[in-house]
């Protein structure tokens, strides 16, 4: 099962793990969707508000000297929001209606959080090929250089410095 796939996997299961949930999304801490299990509404701005809110809740629990936020909850007339930390790079949001049982929501929640973050993390991490740059020889001639001869004539002052085309 690739990334994505199981990523979505885990927030189906959330939804039937919490009757009362009308949606979820995981979103990136930049505020990007990564997945959705959203039926109504737009699921990028979910993702987009995700990424304010809990920074904002990250901001009120470091200002009040709490530590680091480990959810953010709005009731609303209609239900509940509830944004938690999914590992170092992701956010997941929760929607539910009002008559969910919150206890019940926070720890399906909050244990999904950490699944999904740390699938996330996971498939954030550079290859090693990738992480780790190519050595070059250093005896190994530089590239190709344009000689002064090629350049447009008025760059090159008679003061062997650089000049704007536009001054001459």
């Known amino acids: 099962m690739n990334t994505d796939a199981a990523l979505l996997a885990e927030l189906h ?4 793990a919490v009757p009362e949930m009308t949606g979820a999304v995981l979103a990136a801490v930049d505020g990007l969707l990564v997945a959705s299990d959203l039926p109504t509404g737009d699921p990028h701005h979910v993702a987009a508000l995700s990424a304010a ?5 990250g901001r009120f629990a470091g200002l009040a000297g709490h530590g680091p936020v480990r959810e953010s909850v709005v009731r609303g007339a209609d239900g509940y929001v509830a944004t938690y930390p999914a590992g170092a790079e992701a956010i997941l949001t929760a929607i539910a209606g009002a008559g969910a049982d ?5 720890a399906e929640a909050r244990s ?3 699944r999904l ?3 996330w993390d996971a498939a954030r991490q550079p290859d ?4 780790i740059p190519p050595t070059t020889d250093p005896t190994a001639p530089l590239t190709t250089r344009t000689p002064m001869a090629a350049l447009p ?3 090159w002052s008679e003061t062997d410095r650089w000049r704007s085309p536009d001054r001459r």
């Open 117 to 119: 973050g740390a699938l």
């Open 53 to 57: 809110s809990l920074g904002i809740a």
């Open 102 to 106: 919150l206890a019940r929501l926070h």
């Open 13 to 16: 299961r959330l939804r039937r």
């Open 128 to 131: 090693v090929a990738t992480a």
């Open 112 to 114: 999904a959080a950490q």
């Open 153 to 155: 004539t008025g760059l």
